[in-house]
C-alpha cells in the first residue's frame, strides 16, 4: 500500500482519527487517504490557524490528540500562532507537514523552505520521514512523543514521494508517556505549608480537571486555604458545584494584591506567577518577598492525584489546622463531599448555582457577561477569547451552571474560533460557547465556516466594541502616553470607520447571525441560538472599556 494510507490507517489505530487540514499538492496522497480509511475524520479548514488552534482544543477536551495537516513551510508558518498556544498549553498534538518529494528539494522550487526550522519553535519533536516502510513507524513514535513532557506538538515532515510509494506497512501504535507520579516529600511539603494560616494554592494545568478541583475543595475545606486559578487555564472544571476559586488578575498589580499577605505559595500544575508583560517599575515576579514558592506538581505531572493525596494528607491531621470538621476517613472519588473535611465544611467552598440577573437595558461588558453566565447551559464548553470582558466574565461564570473552560494560554489571539471547533468536534453531545472579542475574532474568522460546514454546536457571542481595547489600556500602562481617539496612535487601536459587520461576516461564511444592543435582546437570542441545532453568532454592540 502506499505510505500516505499505511500512515492514516496507523494514526486511527493509535486513536487519531481527527485531522484538521488545509491542503496542497504535495499532500494530495493523504487526502486520497481518507477515501481508503473512512474511520479518519477529515475537516476542512480556510486557514491553517483555525487548523491548529482546532486540534489544540480538541486535545483539551478529548484528552487525545487530534492532527493537522498542513502544506509546506509557509503553511505551517500560517498555523504557527495557535501551535505556540497549544505547546503553552501543555497539548498533545500532531503536526504533520507535507513537503516536496525528496528529489525534488534540490531545484529549490517556489515553495521550497526549511520547514524543520519553523516547526522547532513550536515542536518538542520534530522528524522528516525518509523511507516508504518507516512512515507508519515514524507517525507511531510521533504520535506516542505527543504525550512527553506532559503534552506536546510533534511534527512529521512528510515528503511528497513517502506519501505516494508503494511499500508503506501499518504500525502498531508504541506506548505513549505517563505522567509523573505525585512525589511524597512534596506533598508532606505542601501538607505542612497549607497547614498554616495565609497559605494560597494556586492551580493549573493538569489539576484544573473535576478531579483535582474536588481534591482542591477538600483541601480549602480542611485547611482554610485560599484557591486561585492561573490566568488562562487550559481546561478548567468550574461553575455551579465545584469549589470557588478566583483567577489570578492579568494586570500585575490585581494579582500582587490578591497574593498579598500570602504565607506560603502551593502550585499544583501551576507555574510561579509572573507578570504577562514588563512594564516600567512594574517587578515582574509576583510572588511577594518572603513569601515560599512550594512545588507540589509541576505541569508535566499528574497534578490531581498529588492533590489527592494532599487532601488525604491534610484529612489524616497530617499538617491540616482541622478548620472545621477535618477527620473523616480519605477517599480520592470526584464529589469533595466524600471526605477530608466535615460536609458542611466542604459545602461552603462549593459555589451555588446563582447566577444575578443581568441587568437589563442597553449592554455593556458587565451585562453581558451576566445575561451569558445566567444562559449557560449545564455541562457547556466555554471558550474563553474576551480580552477585556475577561475580568468580568470569570466572576459571573463561578455560579454558573457547571461547564469547562478554555482560555487563551499563549496570548496569541485567534485562538477562539477555531477552538470553538475543536471543542465542538470532541465534545458533539455538548453546547459550545465563545465569548469571543471582535479584534481577536478577524484573525480566524474563516472558522465560521467550518463550524457551518461541519454544524457544530457552537453559540459564538461577539462582543464588538470597535476597538483593541485592551491595548488603549496598555498603551498608558506602558507609559507610552494616552491616546487621543482621532490621533495617529490612536487610529491604531481603533476598529471604527468602518466598524467590522460580524452579522454579514457570520451570514457570509454560513453562520445565522443576529445584531443585539440590549440585554433583553441578547437573552432571546441565546435562546433562540440554544433552541436552534448548528452554529449561531451573536453579534453584541457594548462600550468599548479602554
Ligand atoms: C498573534 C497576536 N497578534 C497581536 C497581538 C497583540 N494584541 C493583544 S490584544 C490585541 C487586541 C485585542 O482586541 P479585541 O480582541 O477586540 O479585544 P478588546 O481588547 O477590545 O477586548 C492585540 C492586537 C497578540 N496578542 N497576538
Known amino acids: 500500500m ?17 485531522c484538521f487540514m488545509n491542503p496542497g499538492t504535495s499532500e494530495m496522497h493523504f487526502v486520497q487517504a481518507l477515501d481508503d480509511v473512512p474511520e479518519m475524520r477529515g475537516v476542512l479548514t480556510l486557514f491553517e490557524g483555525v487548523a491548529t488552534g482546532a486540534a489544540d482544543a480538541y486535545a483539551r477536551i478529548a484528552g487525545r490528540p487530534a492532527a493537522v495537516l498542513l502544506h509546506l513551510g509557509p503553511g505551517l508558518g500560517n498555523g504557527l500562532a495557535n501551535l505556540h498556544n497549544a505547546r503553552r498549553a501543555g497539548t498533545p ?60 506538538v510533534a511534527t512529521l515532515v512528510l515528503p511528497a514521494d513517502v506519501s505516494w510509494s508503494e511499500g508503506g506497512a501499518p504500525a502498531p501504535p508504541r506506548r505513549s508517556a505517563a505522567p509523573e507520579p505525585p512525589d511524597a516529600s512534596r506533598v508532606a511539603a505542601a501538607a505542612s505549608a497549607v497547614g498554616a494560616p495565609g497559605a494560597v494554592l494556586l492551580l493549573g494545568g493538569p489539576a484544573l480537571t473535576e478531579r483535582g478541583m474536588a481534591a482542591a475543595g477538600r483541601i480549602a475545606a480542611a485547611t482554610g486555604t485560599r484557591l486561585l486559578v492561573e490566568t488562562f487555564p487550559r481546561r478548567w472544571d468550574t461553575g455551579a458545584g465545584r469549589p470557588r476559586a478566583d483567577k489570578l488578575g492579568y494586570f500585575a498589580e490585581q494579582a ?112 453581558l457577561c451576566a445575561a451569558v453566565a445566567a444562559a449557560l447551559p ?40 477555531p477552538a470553538a471547533v475543536g471543542a465542538a468536534v470532541a465534545a458533539p453531545e455538548r453546547p459550545v460557547v465563545a465569548v469571543q472579542a471582535e479584534g481577536s475574532a478577524l484573525y480566524t474568522v474563516q472558522a465560521l465556516w467550518t463550524q457551518a460546514r461541519e454544524q457544530l454546536d457552537v453559540t459564538t457571542v461577539l462582543i464588538n466594541n470597535s476597538a483593541y481595547s485592551i491595548l488603549r489600556v496598555e498603551l498608558a500602562r506602558t507609559g507610552a502616553g494616552e491616546a487621543a481617539r482621532s490621533g495617529r496612535a490612536g487610529r491604531m487601536l481603533d476598529l471604527s470607520d468602518p466598524t467590522p459587520d460580524f452579522v454579514s461576516l457570520a451570514s457570509g461564511l454560513g453562520v445565522p447571525a443576529r445584531r443585539v444592543t440590549t440585554t433583553e435582546d441578547l437573552l432571546d437570542a441565546l435562546r433562540w441560538a440554544r433552541d436552534e441545532p448548528g452554529p449561531h453568532l451573536i453579534e453584541a454592540i457594548v462600550p468599548a472599556l479602554g
Open 2 to 18: 502506499r505510505g500516505a494510507q499505511a500512515l492514516v490507517g496507523s494514526l486511527v489505530g493509535a486513536g487519531v482519527d481527527v
Open 256 to 367: 500582587l494584591a490578591q497574593l498579598d499577605g500570602a504565607s506560603s505559595l502551593v502550585t499544583a500544575g501551576a507555574r510561579a506567577p509572573v507578570s504577562f508583560f514588563g512594564y516600567p517599575g512594574v517587578p515582574g515576579d509576583l510572588v511577594p518577598d518572603g513569601c515560599p514558592v512550594v512545588p507540589l506538581a509541576d505541569g508535566s505531572s499528574d497534578a490531581a492525584a498529588a492533590l489527592e493525596e494532599l487532601a488525604a494528607a491534610v484529612a489524616s491531621g497530617d499538617g491540616a489546622r482541622g478548620a472545621s470538621g477535618a477527620g473523616a476517613s480519605d477517599a480520592d472519588g470526584a464529589d469533595p463531599r466524600v471526605s477530608g473535611a466535615g460536609t458542611a465544611a466542604v459545602d461552603a467552598v462549593l459555589a451555588p448555582h446563582d447566577a444575578p440577573e443581568p441587568e437589563p437595558g442597553p449592554l455593556d461588558v458587565r451585562s
Open 93 to 152: 498534538l500532531l503536526c504533520v507537514v507535507g513537503a516536496h518529494a525528496t528529489d525534488h528539494v534540490r531545484h529549490d522550487a517556489p515553495l521550497e523552505s526549511d520547514i524543520t526550522a519553523v516547526a522547532r519553535t513550536v515542536s518538542g519533536w520534530v522528524h522528516t520521514s525518509g523511507d516508504v516502510r518507516d512512515v507508519a513507524d515514524d507517525a507511531m513514535r510521533a504520535v506516542a512523543a505527543t504525550s512527553e513532557r506532559g503534552g506536546q
Open 378 to 417: 449545564e455541562n457547556a464548553i466555554v471558550v474563553d477569547e474576551s480580552v477585556t470582558a475577561a475580568a468580568a466574565l470569570a466572576p459571573a461564570l463561578q455560579t454558573a451552571a457547571p461547564h469547562t473552560q478554555l482560555a487563551l494560554t499563549g496570548g496569541a489571539i485567534g485562538q477562539g474560533p
